[in-house]
């Protein structure tokens, strides 16, 4: 019997959005509303768009899952939102300061100077390297090689670099690193090759990372009430992007046109089936494999080292390849996820659900709590990551994957941070004013 209700579980779910709101407008932080909304899409969202009519549960009964039913999805409707209550409500206790807006021209000019050169020379290196190795990962697979065995993950993981690339080329641009005509056409040419190259049917998640980096990082000079507008916009966008790439999947086989197509898919949140994902992890365990007792996370430790030093690396995926969903030679057969919180179910069930959340919430706020003690240029960096990086992680499934993904995506970023992590200390002057929740001053930007 499900705990709750679905008016009872959305109207929560509502109610957090307006709290993160609120949260965003008097602290200038924008965690809590990314992940407010982007949780209530796959859930409750979900569950109406299916209790309607204008979409149906995924099923695999064929896979010996059981059928979908609204008593199942309720239940794990309730685990979700229990889940989201222990992460935002942790990370609210944890994150309580106000974030300062940023502004231009406050960063270290021969710092700006010196990266210049070097990001925009790293993004012109990386474009053809990027394009070699998928072409050499595509020459394998056509090969027979199975694509998650014996090519090098390294290899085939390596366009993620575009994103973080993209990342720091916005975050310079923004600042006022790009000051020559040269530079800026540089970049224009780099950020449009990063474009062409992540959207796809298998990148989309690699074009939505970097879109929302880049829309945490152009409101960064805005107040808050102007970001909230700015950052409605640039999900309403990314949602789109999203849907329009996954609706190439099936644009031959679309009846009713492509355009029409990919606004069904956006409206029925077909793409956000991570309510049904989670729904087959609570059919799993316990009742037909035991939890995994903290290997979905310290497979995270596992999953760099590479299958030729090791090959008998266990393949890791859970359920996902007890049941047939994912095999040796034809990789990951039904794409579906079941959110963070599925993830946390599968390591120790309600438990996992509630310490895993409580934890992340810690970090996140911890992330955010250290960021704000940085200059505007690293500050405004480890949000857009953040915030890039809860796309895939709130949509979890293959933990070890996205930290993978995370990894693979933004090393330039870490490795900058970390070679100039004393440059970036904030050294604020002992006239630098403190502003309490809800006084932000007014500052004028070009």
């Not at 222990?86 to 609210?92: D, F, G, R, W």
């Not at 992330?367 to 809860?390: D, E, K, M, N, V």
Request: glycine share 8%.
């Amino acid at each position: 019997m499900p705990w709750f209700d679905f008016p009872e579980l959305a109207f929560t779910q509502i109610t957090l959005i307006f709290v993160s709101v609120v949260w965003l407008l008097r602290r200038n932080d924008e965690i809590p509303i990314l992940i407010s909304t982007l949780l209530f899409y796959v859930s409750s969202y979900r569950y109406w768009s299916v209790s309607i009519g204008i979409q149906t549960w995924i099923h695999l009964s064929s896979y010996g899952f059981n059928i979908i039913t609204n008593e199942s999805a309720l239940q794990a409707l309730s685990y979700i939102v229990i889940g989201q209550i222990c992460l935002i409500a942790t990370y609210m206790l944890r994150q309580r300061r106000v974030l300062p807006i940023v502004v231009t021209g406050t960063n270290d000019p021969f710092l700006l100077k010196w990266l210049r050169p070097k990001v925009i020379l790293v993004g012109l290196l990386f474009l053809p390297l990027v394009v070699i190795s998928r072409s050499n990962v595509s020459a394998q697979v056509q090969t027979g090689r199975s694509l998650a065995f014996e090519v090098s993950g390294y290899l085939r993981l390596l366009p993620l670099v575009l994103v973080g690339i993209a990342t720091l080329l916005l975050c310079l641009w923004k600042l006022g690193g790009l000051s020559s005509l040269q530079s800026k056409i540089a970049a224009i040419l780099i950020l449009i090759a990063v474009s062409f190259l992540t959207f796809n049917v298998s990148g989309r998640f690699q074009f939505l990372g970097w879109i929302i980096a880049g829309g945490i990082i152009v409101s960064s000079t805005y107040r808050p009430q102007k970001r909230l507008v700015v950052l409605a916009i640039i999900g309403i966008i990314g949602i789109a992007i999203f849907t329009v790439a996954g609706a190439l999947r099936n644009a031959e086989f679309a009846s009713n046109g492509f355009e029409q197509s990919a606004l069904d898919r956006a409206l029925s949140a077909e793409d956000a089936n991570m309510l049904d994902g989670f729904v087959f992890v609570q059919d799993v365990y316990p009742q037909r494999l035991d939890y995994r007792w903290g290997m979905e996370h310290i497979e995270i430790l596992l999953r760099p080292i590479p299958r030729a030093l090791w090959p008998e690396k266990p393949a890791g995926g859970g359920y996902m390849e007890a049941f047939g969903l994912s095999d040796r030679n034809k990789g990951t057969t039904v794409g579906f996820s079941p959110t963070l919180f599925g993830s946390f179910y599968a390591d120790f069930g309600i438990v996992g659900i509630f310490l895993f959340s409580c934890l992340y919430g810690w970090i996140f706020g911890s992330i955010i709590l250290y960021s704000s003690r940085l200059q505007p240029f690293a500050s405004i960096l480890i949000r857009a990551i953040l915030c890039s990086c809860l796309i895939p992680l709130l949509r979890g499934g293959d933990l070890p994957g996205i930290y993978a993904w995370i990894g693979m995506s933004f090393w330039p970023c870490f490795l900058l941070l970390w070679m100039k992590r004393k440059n970036f200390i904030l050294r604020l002057p002992s006239s630098t004013r403190v502003y309490s929740p809800g006084n932000i001053p007014n500052v004028r930007h070009p």
